[in-house]
């Protein structure tokens, strides 16, 4: 009898969570699947008798105007929390919070901005959370290259993306390509999600099709969860996938990297090395020479055109070749031949 007290009470407390606030709204039906795709074996009538019992103690608020009727928490309602959250959880929040903020649009953060204010909240109550509170001043996150603002888009056209990938449904989409300005609708088969810096892309193919395209999400105007089941193409891995070049980091195997850096740019890699058989030699006055197998990507290449003139390369001859040609013709755009 214990144990069903103790299934009833997490299932309650994982429908909780999954209510949103007004005017969004959520039906019983949705409910249920939601429930289903998390292990929680229950039919449509007990959510509906939750729901209902549910809404005499917390501010629940149903949309009775027209079937199916929709689930709400209240405008006003304060965010739902488990009451399990550790002083140390609400300090992994706080850090992610501020790690988060430089890629993710404000609209996603925005989703998240009840669990923030709930992990604050427990960061500022007792005088033992308020010392473990105040490692927040002691730590800092840096990304590593150029800070980029991140594209924004809606709340519901991320929600419908991730429910379409979490549920193996068909997602109908209204996408405007970079290069175009004309909005199609097509209806998508959803993959993965890749965040590439700043960028947030869906993976998909559309409608029968097998070839796999990449959907930049702030691209997406509409998004909308369709009642039909997703076919993935067969042998689809998103990892071979992103490895096979997708995002323009296509590996074309190894090869045996000969560098030479000055001293001050090398200096990191003593302690972060580039692959387990580096090795690091002095070269001429101020200079060290780098050897290390590393996976042939472009990746890579973006790396090391970061260094400019602190960095020469050796080996293997057809890099060396490629930078000598961007050398040249760095050259020849900052000293063309007659001045400008």
Same mark, same amino acid.
């Given at each position: 009898?214990?144990?069903?007290?103790?299934?009833?009470?997490?299932?309650?407390?994982? $429908?909780?969570?999954?209510?949103?606030?007004?005017?969004?709204?959520?039906?019983?039906?949705?409910?249920? *699947?939601?429930?289903?795709?998390?292990?929680?074996?229950? =039919?449509?009538?007990?959510?509906?008798? @939750?729901?209902?019992?549910?809404?005499?103690?917390?501010?629940?608020?149903?949309?009775?105007?027209? +079937?199916?009727? #929709?689930?709400?928490?209240?405008? @006003?309602? *304060?965010?739902?929390?488990?009451?399990?959250?550790?002083?140390?959880?609400?300090?992994?929040?706080?850090?992610?919070?501020?790690?988060?903020?430089?890629?993710?649009?404000?609209?996603?953060?925005?989703?998240?901005?009840? /669990? %923030?204010?709930?992990?604050?909240?427990?960061?500022?109550?007792?005088?033992?959370?308020?010392?473990?509170?105040?490692? +927040?001043?002691?730590?800092?996150?840096?990304?590593?290259?150029?800070?980029?603002?991140?594209?924004?888009?809606?709340?519901?056209?991320? *929600?419908?993306?991730?429910?379409?990938?979490?549920?193996?449904?068909?997602?109908?989409?209204?996408?405007?390509?970079?290069? /175009?300005?004309?909005?199609?609708?097509?209806?998508?088969?959803?993959?993965?999600?890749?965040?590439? =810096?700043?960028?947030?892309?869906?993976?998909?193919?559309? /409608?029968? /099709?097998?070839?796999?395209?990449? %959907?930049?999400?702030?691209?997406?105007?509409?998004?909308?969860? !369709?009642?039909?089941?997703?076919?993935?193409?067969?042998?689809?891995?998103?990892?071979?996938?992103?490895?096979?070049?997708?995002? #323009?980091?296509?590996?074309?195997?190894?090869?045996? !990297?000969?560098?030479?850096?000055?001293?001050?740019?090398?200096?990191?890699?003593?302690?972060?090395?580039?692959? &387990?058989?580096?090795?690091?030699?002095? @070269?001429?006055?101020?200079?060290? +020479?780098?050897?290390?197998?590393?996976?042939?990507?472009?990746?890579?290449?973006?790396? !090391?055109?970061?260094?400019?003139?602190?960095?020469?390369?050796?080996?293997?001859?057809? &890099?060396?070749?490629?930078?000598?040609? $961007?050398?040249?013709?760095?050259? *020849?755009?900052?000293?063309?031949?007659?001045?400008?």
């Amino acid at each position: 009898m214990m144990q069903n007290h103790n299934d009833t009470q997490l299932r309650q407390w994982a $429908m909780l969570k999954r209510i949103p606030r007004h005017p969004r709204q959520i039906t019983a039906r949705e409910l249920t *699947e939601r429930l289903g795709s998390e292990g929680f074996e229950v =039919g449509k009538r007990t959510v509906e008798r @939750d729901l209902v019992s549910l809404s005499a103690i917390f501010p629940l608020i149903s949309n009775d105007r027209s +079937r199916p009727y #929709g689930w709400s928490w209240s405008k @006003d309602a *304060e965010a739902f929390a488990l009451p399990t959250m550790s002083p140390l959880q609400a300090l992994t929040l706080e850090l992610a919070h501020e790690h988060l903020a430089t890629l993710l649009p404000a609209s996603l953060l925005d989703t998240l901005a009840p /669990y %923030f204010k709930c992990a604050e909240g427990v960061l500022s109550s007792g005088d033992g959370v308020k010392k473990l509170a105040s490692w +927040r001043k002691k730590v800092a996150i840096v990304t590593a290259g150029q800070p980029l603002i991140p594209p924004n888009y809606s709340e519901e056209i991320i *929600e419908a993306v991730h429910s379409a990938l979490l549920t193996d449904q068909q997602l109908e989409i209204s996408y405007t390509p970079r290069e /175009y300005d004309e909005t199609k609708t097509y209806p998508a088969h959803p993959l993965g999600i890749v965040q590439r =810096g700043a960028v947030t892309y869906l993976i998909a193919t559309l /409608y029968d /099709y097998t070839d796999i395209l990449l %959907f930049a999400v702030h691209r997406i105007q509409a998004a909308k969860v !369709l009642n039909q089941p997703s076919n993935t193409p067969e042998g689809f891995d998103l990892k071979d996938y992103i490895s096979q070049g997708a995002l #323009g980091f296509e590996e074309n195997g190894l090869i045996k !990297l000969v560098v030479r850096f000055t001293i001050s740019a090398a200096e990191h890699l003593w302690e972060t090395p580039l692959s &387990l058989d580096q090795e690091i030699i002095p @070269d001429q006055s101020g200079w060290v +020479r780098l050897q290390a197998t590393v996976p042939d990507t472009a990746q890579l290449r973006w790396w !090391l055109k970061g260094f400019g003139q602190e960095v020469e390369v050796f080996e293997p001859a057809s &890099l060396r070749d490629e930078f000598a040609n $961007m050398a040249q013709s760095l050259g *020849e755009i900052y000293n063309p031949v007659g001045g400008k």
